[in-house]
């Protein structure tokens, strides 16, 4: 994975849809102002200090990845403006001295997020959903980890999730209108969580990829690693 591109932004990171979602996308513009990027990848750090961490950990990683992306493609021009343009990212949240965004080139995504076995790790091959609430994949999920697990399963306190999509013609860096949000909220029969209302803050890993040619298979592979 290669970091040879790294562009710091202070401050505190906002999630879309809030109040402080302007002026943290005016902040990532003002300091990426003049700034170039070539790739078709992209890596995140979402830094906050040890004092304010518990509190903004509850804050969903894909929410604080939207307002990043919105203002590199169509604010900047970064991937000739456009999110489809974006073929596999990763976004992490941790904890340093000061505050911020760190952005950074990346050639490929790493094929393992922690050194232990994946909690989870399948393919589904259904109707992916288009909201929260839709209950195919909930269920199918449901039915792997009864397979695998039985009634001993554990859910994780904090987990590193990786999807990795068949199909060549989405968007997966369109966040909130896209496949991904659907996807990661879906996964709460893993991370807990009801429907509409999945405990997706417990990610502090996120990778994303369109991984196939195979724009007819409407694929999407699903690991999920359990983090200290």
């Not at 203002?71 to 489809?84: E, H, M, Q, Y």
């Not at 792997?144 to 399963?153: D, H, L, V, Y």
């Amino acid at each position: 994975m290669n970091m040879s591109i790294k562009y710091w932004i202070p401050g505190f990171p906002a999630t879309f849809a809030t109040e402080r979602e302007k002026e943290w996308k005016d902040q990532i513009c003002k300091g990426l102002s003049g700034k170039q990027y070539c790739g078709s990848g992209i890596g995140l750090e979402f830094v906050f200090s040890r004092d304010n961490f518990e509190k903004y950990q509850r804050l969903d990683i894909d929410n604080l990845c939207e307002p990043v992306f919105a203002v590199l493609t169509s604010s900047l021009g970064w991937f000739s403006g456009k999110r489809i343009n974006i073929e596999f990212w990763i976004a992490r949240k941790r904890i340093a001295d000061e505050q911020g965004l760190l952005i950074y080139s990346i050639d490929s995504c790493p094929p393992e997020i922690a050194s232990s076995s994946p909690l989870f790790d399948e393919v589904y091959d259904g109707k992916l959903p288009e909201k929260a609430t839709d209950k195919i994949l909930p269920s199918w999920i449901d039915e792997r980890i009864k397979e695998k697990f039985g009634q001993q399963f554990k859910p994780p306190k904090r987990c590193s999730v990786r999807l990795q999509f068949e199909n060549m013609q989405y968007s997966i860096a369109t966040i909130s209108a896209g496949k991904v949000k659907p996807v990661i909220d879906c996964l709460y029969p893993i991370i807990l969580g009801d429907p509409g209302m999945p405990r997706d803050d417990k990610i502090d890993t996120l990778i994303v990829e369109r991984v196939s040619n195979n724009a007819q298979r409407p694929a999407v592979r699903i690991t999920i690693w359990e983090t200290k």
